[in-house]
């Protein structure tokens, strides 16, 4: 395997981890909304739902630059 299939399979699983990440949240989201966590548990789940929104978003943008790295080269 040459460097640039490495690239692109690493990116590619940072892609398909971040659209996961994404999934969750929107799952999260969606129970939120419709009322299923508690009052007093609200605030925990946003600092979670954000930090996890972040992460995925940095991973699948870090997967998207790998896999365009690993095309040009």
């Not at 590619?12 to 971040?18: E, K, P, Q």
């Not at 739902?49 to 978003?57: C, D, G, P, Y």
Request: with cysteine; proline share 0%.
């Amino acid at each position: 395997m040459t460097l640039s299939h490495v690239l692109v399979a690493l990116g590619l699983i940072l892609v398909a981890l971040g659209l996961a990440g994404l999934g969750w949240c929107i799952r999260l989201a969606r129970r939120v909304k419709g009322g299923e966590e508690k009052e007093g548990e609200l605030q925990a789940v946003f600092a979670r739902l954000s930090a996890v929104n972040m992460a995925s978003m940095g991973g699948a943008t870090l997967g998207l630059a790998l896999i365009l790295f690993g095309l040009i080269l």
